[in-house]
């Protein structure tokens, strides 16, 4: 691992628990490998702007007909040369309605591009992006991984389906459930997620 881009994409800030998370390994990773080059991209306090006529027109491949439409592909540029250059991807992906956050899905409108991410072929889409690892914590109120809730698990298959169409099939995910459900419950899920991260991305002789 030489380079690694942090998305975060709550909207609760420094109450966040995938904020924590992600910031907390990142300190770790920092501490323990100082050549480590992180970009960091906090999506819930920065959102990047929902699609537009504009915008839309100029992320499908036409040239850029006016200034909204060259300021739009200048941030989709931005965004997809973050994604190009880390080889692992950690995502702060709170559970909002089911599903991911406007804010993170807002990123995937811009880098989800074809011919640059993906492409079409005759044998259907075939993603670029390969040869790339995403680590993905999912921090929910509730409880999704069996019983009779998991069916409304929309986050999960969503991003692990994202991911994939553009190449990134190496997808770690780490739940942090029951966040909700009580102090104790939550404090156990966080230290949890957390030992799983430090698993997941820490040299072992560090990892808690
Ligand atoms: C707008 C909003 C919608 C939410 N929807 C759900 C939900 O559908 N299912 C669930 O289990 N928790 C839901 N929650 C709870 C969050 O998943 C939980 O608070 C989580 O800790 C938020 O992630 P974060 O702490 O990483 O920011 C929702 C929270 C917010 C703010």
Redesign the pocket.
């Known amino acids: 691992m030489s380079t690694i881009l942090a998305l975060t994409s709550?909207?609760?800030g420094e109450a966040?628990?995938?904020?924590g998370l992600v910031a907390g390994v990142l300190e770790r990773l920092r501490a323990q490998q100082p050549a480590l080059r992180i970009i960091s991209r906090d999506l819930g306090h920065a959102p990047v702007d929902h699609l537009t006529l504009d915008s839309a027109a100029a992320l499908r491949g036409a040239a850029p007909a006016n200034a909204a439409q060259e300021a739009a592909l200048a941030v989709s540029n931005e965004l997809l040369d973050e994604l190009r250059e880390a080889d692992t991807i950690l995502i702060?992906a709170?559970?909002?309605?089911?599903g991911i956050t406007s804010t993170l899905k807002t990123w995937f409108d811009h880098v989800l591009r074809a011919g640059l991410t993906f492409r079409y072929t005759e044998a259907g889409p075939v993603g670029l992006m390969t040869g790339k690892r995403a680590i993905v914590v999912e921090?929910?109120?509730?409880f999704y991984s069996s019983g009779p809730t998991q069916a409304m698990d929309a986050q999960e298959p969503h991003l692990r389906g994202l991911l994939g169409f553009i190449g990134i099939t190496d997808v770690t995910f780490i739940r942090a459930e029951k966040?909700?459900f009580g102090p104790e419950p939550r404090a156990a899920s966080i230290a949890q997620a957390r030992a799983e991260l430090d698993a997941a991305l820490l040299e072992p002789a560090e990892a808690a």
């Open positions: 709550s909207a609760l966040s628990v995938s904020n702060g709170p559970m909002y309605n089911f921090t929910r109120g509730g966040l909700g």
